[in-house]
C-alpha cells in the first residue's frame, strides 16, 4: 500500500516524500513515494543530502493531483510549486510545525518550542 491519502473532491494527494515525474502517482512504489527528494538526470529518485545539485522532484511535477508533501525541510517556509505544496518546515530543527487547511487552502504554522535535533 502506498502510504498516500487522496481527496478526490480536490484533485489533492498528501504524502510523505513524493512522486517521480512522468509515472502516474498510484503507479509508485512506496520506496520512491517516502524517499524521493530529487531527480537524477536519468530519473531515478535520489537524497537532496547526497545530491544537491539535481532537481527537486517537485519541480518537475506537473501533475494533476496537485500534492502536499512533506520531507524536504525548509526552515519557517512552505515550498510553493505550480502542482506541489512542500509544509515541512523543519520543525524539529527549530522551526515551525506547519499544516495545510482544506477546503479553505489556507496555512497554518506554530513554532517549535525549540530545536529537537541539531
Same mark, same amino acid.
Given at each position: 500500500?502506498?502510504?498516500?491519502?487522496?481527496? @478526490?473532491?480536490?484533485?489533492?494527494?498528501?504524502?510523505?516524500?513524493?512522486?517521480?515525474?512522468?509515472?502516474?502517482?498510484?503507479?509508485?512504489?512506496?520506496?520512491?513515494?517516502?524517499?524521493?527528494?530529487?531527480?537524477?538526470? #536519468?530519473? @531515478?529518485?535520489?537524497? &537532496?543530502? @547526497?545530491?544537491?545539485?539535481?532537481?527537486?522532484?517537485?519541480?518537475?511535477?506537473?501533475?494533476?493531483?496537485?500534492?502536499?508533501?512533506?520531507?524536504?525541510?525548509? @526552515?519557517?517556509?512552505?515550498? &510553493?510549486?505550480?502542482?506541489?505544496?512542500?509544509? #515541512?518546515?523543519?520543525?524539529?530543527?527549530?522551526?515551525?510545525?506547519?499544516?495545510?487547511?482544506?477546503?479553505?487552502?489556507?496555512?497554518?504554522?506554530?513554532?517549535?518550542?525549540?530545536?529537537?535535533?541539531?
Amino acid at each position: 500500500m502506498i502510504p498516500t491519502y487522496y481527496i @478526490k473532491e480536490y484533485d489533492t494527494v498528501f504524502v510523505h516524500g513524493g512522486f517521480l515525474p512522468n509515472i502516474p502517482w498510484e503507479k509508485q512504489s512506496s520506496d520512491i513515494v517516502c524517499n524521493v527528494q530529487v531527480v537524477s538526470p #536519468d530519473g @531515478k529518485p535520489k537524497k &537532496r543530502s @547526497k545530491y544537491p545539485h539535481y532537481a527537486l522532484w517537485s519541480d518537475l511535477w506537473q501533475g494533476p493531483p496537485y500534492v502536499v508533501y512533506g520531507h524536504l525541510p525548509i @526552515k519557517n517556509e512552505v515550498e &510553493r510549486g505550480t502542482w506541489s505544496l512542500g509544509i #515541512d518546515t523543519a520543525c524539529v530543527y527549530g522551526g515551525s510545525l506547519t499544516a495545510y487547511i482544506l477546503p479553505s487552502k489556507t496555512l497554518i504554522s506554530v513554532p517549535a518550542y525549540e530545536a529537537y535535533v541539531s
